[in-house]
């Protein structure tokens, strides 16, 4: 097993350690934005420092990794006395004249610049420079102490982060980003460090209960965050770095290092690709499943993800609950968003209802609600049937306002629990579709299959 153990390792390592060409590359190119950045600064007479953060500068990256992992995260260090509206001025404005690639704006605590250049992604962010953790101004001003920290204790232990990055990327679970609810970068050093090794990581996973506390400086560190896990920040012990994993991504860690402990392969680090759905695969399955899916679609642009994600879950929840309080079963849903496109997808376990409803009231011996129940009722349009008494309860059989999930929320969206930012989305336009129409892009294609095959990554 040992040896195995080590074979899988190499032949991953293998794939995912940079070569010397992609290192000198990303050398080159982090030499050029230090130099453009320091120039800007120059040029408008600022102070502040520049230092580059990250996977990249600690030698953590990932060969190849198209998730984000290359990128080049450059800290512009403005002196503490400096405004919040100057260090987002200056902040955007430099990573701007860096950006000869193009760029976007991204949104932490304050907006801050990803650009393009020399083929990889540059985020320019700034920061104020504190001398310790408790005189944090902004939530990105203690990144240089995990960068710090990080350097002094990994240790020569690149290759086992590199391993347990690509072991989550397997598993769907690897980004701290509300889209994925997983483990970050940063999570996966520290881990690594407490542990000693990529092997060990999963060796102690494996046993982990809900409420596991981990601290790389106390022995007796208990979790008193709301979360499954909790991972003390060493440079910042009031804040949990495992705050994003959700229950689902903790139990799938735990479900994936069993699994590959007692099978270890290489297709855990790099699961088999599941191909996007065309009509006919499409119709086979939910002839299988014998259930019919809704997307509720709509445009949601100027939102980046981890802002878009809350509001979707939200509106999807509130969906869903109205769903059911109206008599409508759902096996299931997921949230789509790319690009600005919404879907909010739900899979029902039948696609209409029965004209008929049963509506029970209060009992016999309850008089004064008794007799209210059979007045309102009484001569009442959408009574099929009743009142009548059944078990020592009153009963109403009614005519049921709404069969269909698209009857339901084309005239009850406005009243589902939603945000604002939503609601007026679906305003100004939305569909409702079904089956086969949901099949309308690339992207819902591979969505849809992924959604439909939601089996465990292992080896057994």
Same mark, same amino acid.
Request: charged letters at 25%; proline letters at 4%.
């Given at each position: 097993?040992?040896?195995? +153990?080590?074979?899988?390792?190499?032949?991953?390592?293998?794939?995912?350690?940079?070569?010397?060409?992609?290192?000198?590359?990303?050398?080159?190119?982090?030499?050029?934005?230090?130099?453009?950045?320091?120039?800007?600064? *120059?040029?408008?007479?600022?102070?502040?420092?520049?230092?580059?953060?990250?996977?990249?500068?600690?030698?953590?990256?990932?060969?190849?990794?198209?998730?984000?992992?290359?990128?080049?995260?450059?800290?512009? %260090?403005?002196?503490?006395?400096?405004?919040?509206?100057?260090?987002?001025?200056?902040?955007?404005?430099?990573?701007?004249?860096?950006?000869?690639?193009? &760029?976007?704006?991204?949104?932490?605590?304050? /907006?801050? !610049?990803? *650009?393009?250049?020399?083929?990889?992604?540059?985020?320019?962010? /700034?920061? &104020?420079?504190?001398?310790?953790?408790?005189?944090?101004?902004?939530?990105?001003?203690?990144?240089?102490?995990?960068?710090?920290f990080i350097a002094e204790h990994l240790d020569g232990r690149q290759d086992d982060v590199r391993l347990l990055k690509q072991f989550l990327k397997g598993a769907g679970i690897y980004g701290a980003e509300l889209r994925t609810k997983g483990f970050s970068g940063y999570l996966c050093e520290l881990l690594v460090i407490k542990f000693g090794s990529f092997v060990n990581?999963?060796? @102690?996973?494996?046993?982990?209960?809900?409420?596991?506390?981990?601290?790389?400086?106390?022995?007796?560190?208990? #979790?008193?965050?709301?979360?499954?896990?909790? !991972?003390?920040?060493?440079?910042?012990? #009031?804040? #949990?770095?495992?705050?994003?994993?959700?229950?689902?991504?903790?139990?799938?860690?735990?479900?994936?290092?069993?699994?590959?402990?007692?099978?270890?392969?290489?297709?855990?680090?790099?699961?088999?690709?599941?191909? /996007?759905?065309?009509? @006919?695969?499409?119709?086979?399955?939910?002839?299988?499943?014998?259930?019919t899916v809704f997307g509720v679609k709509f445009d949601l642009p100027d939102l980046v993800d981890d802002i878009a994600y809350p509001q979707l879950e939200r509106a999807h929840k509130g969906m869903l609950i109205?769903?059911?309080?109206?008599?409508?079963?759902?096996?299931?849903?997921?949230?789509?968003?790319?690009?600005?496109?919404?879907?909010?997808?739900?899979?029902?376990? !039948?696609?209409?209802?029965?004209?008929?409803?049963?509506?029970?009231?209060?009992?016999?011996?309850?008089?004064?609600? *008794?007799?209210?129940?059979?007045?309102? &009722?009484?001569?009442?349009?959408?009574?099929?049937?009743?009142?009548?008494?059944? %078990?020592?309860?009153? !009963?109403?059989?009614?005519?049921?306002?709404?069969?269909?999930?698209?009857?339901?929320?084309?005239?009850?969206?406005? #009243?589902?629990? @939603?945000?604002?930012?939503?609601?007026?989305?679906?305003?100004?336009?939305?569909?409702?579709?079904?089956?086969?129409?949901? +099949?309308?892009?690339?992207?819902?294609?591979?969505? +849809?299959?992924?959604?439909?095959?939601?089996?465990?990554?292992?080896?057994?």
């Amino acid at each position: 097993m040992k040896n195995e +153990l080590t074979r899988v390792q190499m032949n991953v390592l293998k794939r995912i350690r940079p070569s010397r060409s992609e290192r000198e590359r990303l050398h080159r190119v982090t030499q050029q934005v230090i130099t453009a950045a320091e120039s800007a600064l *120059a040029s408008r007479n600022l102070s502040a420092t520049v230092e580059v953060i990250g996977s990249a500068a600690r030698d953590t990256w990932i060969s190849g990794d198209e998730e984000g992992d290359q990128d080049i995260d450059i800290f512009i %260090g403005f002196d503490a006395s400096t405004s919040r509206e100057d260090l987002e001025r200056y902040g955007l404005e430099i990573g701007k004249e860096i950006a000869v690639e193009g &760029y976007i704006i991204g949104f932490a605590e304050h /907006p801050y !610049v990803k *650009a393009r250049c020399g083929g990889f992604a540059i985020d320019v962010v /700034p920061h &104020y420079r504190i001398k310790n953790t408790r005189q944090i101004l902004s939530a990105v001003d203690r990144t240089p102490f995990h960068q710090q920290f990080i350097a002094e204790h990994l240790d020569g232990r690149q290759d086992d982060v590199r391993l347990l990055k690509q072991f989550l990327k397997g598993a769907g679970i690897y980004g701290a980003e509300l889209r994925t609810k997983g483990f970050s970068g940063y999570l996966c050093e520290l881990l690594v460090i407490k542990f000693g090794s990529f092997v060990n990581v999963l060796k @102690s996973v494996q046993d982990w209960k809900v409420g596991t506390c981990i601290s790389l400086t106390s022995e007796d560190a208990r #979790n008193s965050f709301a979360s499954p896990l909790a !991972v003390i920040d060493p440079v910042d012990t #009031n804040r #949990n770095v495992a705050a994003a994993v959700s229950l689902d991504s903790f139990s799938v860690f735990i479900d994936s290092a069993r699994s590959f402990l007692e099978s270890p392969c290489i297709e855990c680090f790099f699961p088999q690709q599941i191909p /996007p759905l065309d009509a @006919s695969a499409f119709q086979a399955i939910v002839k299988k499943r014998k259930t019919t899916v809704f997307g509720v679609k709509f445009d949601l642009p100027d939102l980046v993800d981890d802002i878009a994600y809350p509001q979707l879950e939200r509106a999807h929840k509130g969906m869903l609950i109205a769903l059911v309080r109206h008599g409508f079963s759902a096996l299931r849903g997921d949230i789509y968003y790319e690009r600005g496109e919404a879907v909010l997808l739900f899979e029902m376990l !039948v696609s209409q209802l029965p004209a008929v409803e049963r509506h029970e009231g209060p009992p016999v011996d309850s008089k004064r609600h *008794a007799n209210k129940f059979k007045k309102k &009722y009484a001569n009442n349009p959408l009574v099929l049937s009743g009142p009548y008494i059944d %078990g020592g309860r009153y !009963v109403v059989e009614l005519r049921r306002k709404y069969l269909t999930l698209p009857e339901y929320v084309a005239a009850e969206f406005k #009243n589902v629990r @939603s945000s604002k930012a939503i609601l007026r989305a679906m305003e100004q336009e939305f569909q409702i579709l079904k089956d086969e129409e949901l +099949l309308d892009s690339d992207g819902m294609r591979l969505f +849809l299959a992924r959604y439909f095959d939601r089996t465990l990554n292992n080896c057994d």
